[in-house]
Structures are given as C-alpha cells and as structure tokens.
C-alpha cells in the first residue's frame, strides 16, 4: 500500500521504467500477429474468389456451346498453375480431359486424368480412377483399366464401378468374371436405389449367350 498519490506514480514510473519495454514489445507482437491473421484471411478469401471467377467464366463460356479454344486452354491453364490448392485446378484438368475426349484424343486425356490425381485429395480420387479406367478401356489397355477400377474407394462409386470391370472383363472373354461383376453392381445399384436397367440388359444377354 502507498501513503500517498505520489508514492503510488512513483512506484508506477519505476515498474513502467523497469518493464516498458516488454509491454510495449508484447503489445506490438500481438497487433503485429493480429494484422497478420486478418491479410492472411483476406488473401485466402481473394485467391478464393478469383478462382470461382475464372472457373466461372470457363464453365459459362463452354455451356454456351463455344468450341474450345486459345482462350479456354489459358483459363484451364491458370486454375491448374495457381489454383490447385483449392480443387479448381483438378476440375479444370477433369474439364480439359473431357475436351480431349471429345476431340479424340485420350492420350492427353490420359495425361490430364494423371496430373489430377497427383493433386487431388481422396475425395476426388475415385471420380478421377473411373474416368481414367474409361479412357484406358477406350485405348484397349484393360488390365490398367482394371487397376485402375480395383484402386477405387468408397461404397458411393462401386455400383458404377463394377459395371464398367464387367464391360472389361467381358471384352477380355472372361464370362463367368464378368457376370459376377455385373450381378455385384446391380445390387449395389438396387441397394442405392439407383435405376439402372442397362444392368439387367447386360446380365439377360449373358444368360441368353450361354
């Protein structure tokens, strides 16, 4: 306790003398942190948004019917180099792998298939390895086709995912595999309530062929 005001600001003045310089110091971190968050969480939400603008542009300019061009290849290109780290430049490899099908060609089809999955996280894989296992069917190369189905996870793509190991086991000769694979995705497919009448066509046509 002090006897006096002045005994108090005193006392106040030798404190602050003494620890200043760390209130001061530690203050300044703290603003300095503080003004750091807040421009990291502003360029985070910019890069953000420049992304959803670019794939914006790109997907609206492509439903309108425009045929791929010059113009498209830079917006896919720009997602791809500087916007990986959000999912945008995997879907823009996706979209240019569905052009390059379009056009024929599924080597680079292929290519794009395997920058995705260099990319992408797990949520993205199984969706990537179908559509890579199509373009390797479509090449003939069944076996990675094949493998490329096997690596795929998650109940949600196995309905699909079987039926296209049927198509492949089948145009290997390999029936009574393939069957097995078409019966496996039709229950999958009935356990999803997913419709799939094709299914059955496959599996009649086998019965009627034996």
């Known amino acids: 306790m002090y006897d006096t005001d002045q005994e108090q600001i005193e006392a106040l003045q030798k404190w602050w003398s003494k620890n200043g310089n760390w209130v001061v110091g530690g203050f300044i971190i703290f ?5 750091g968050v807040q421009l990291y969480q502003n360029s985070t939400e910019n890069h953000r948004l420049e992304a959803s603008a670019i794939y914006e542009e790109l997907s609206e300019s492509l439903a ?10 830079q917006l896919i290109d ?3 180099d500087d916007y990986a780290d959000l999912g945008y430049g995997i879907m823009a490899a996706l979209l240019e792998a ?8 599924l080597d680079s089809a292929l290519t ?15 969706v990537i390895l179908y559509r890579k296992a199509q373009v390797l069917y479509a090449l003939d190369e069944l076996d990675d086709a094949l493998t490329a189905l096997n690596a795929i996870e998650g109940e949600g793509h196995q309905a699909v995912s079987y039926e296209l ?7 290997q000769g390999k029936v ?3 069957r097995a694979a078409y019966q496996t995705a039709s229950d999958l497919a009935e356990s999803q309530s997913i419709n799939n009448p094709y299914l ?9 062929a034996e």
């Open 64 to 73: 309108s019917g425009a045929q791929a061009d010059e113009k498209h290849q």
């Open 31 to 35: 603003i300095a942190a503080y003004v």
């Open 200 to 208: 059955k066509i496959k599996l009649d046509d086998l019965a009627v």
């Open 112 to 126: 794009e298939l395997d920058w995705a999955l260099d990319n992408a996280d797990k949520t993205l894989t199984p």
């Open 98 to 105: 569905k052009i390059s099908v379009e056009e024929g060609d």
């Open 78 to 80: 720009e997602l791809k």
């Open 165 to 171: 190991k049927g198509d492949i086991l089948l145009e």
């Open 176 to 178: 009574e595999d393939a």
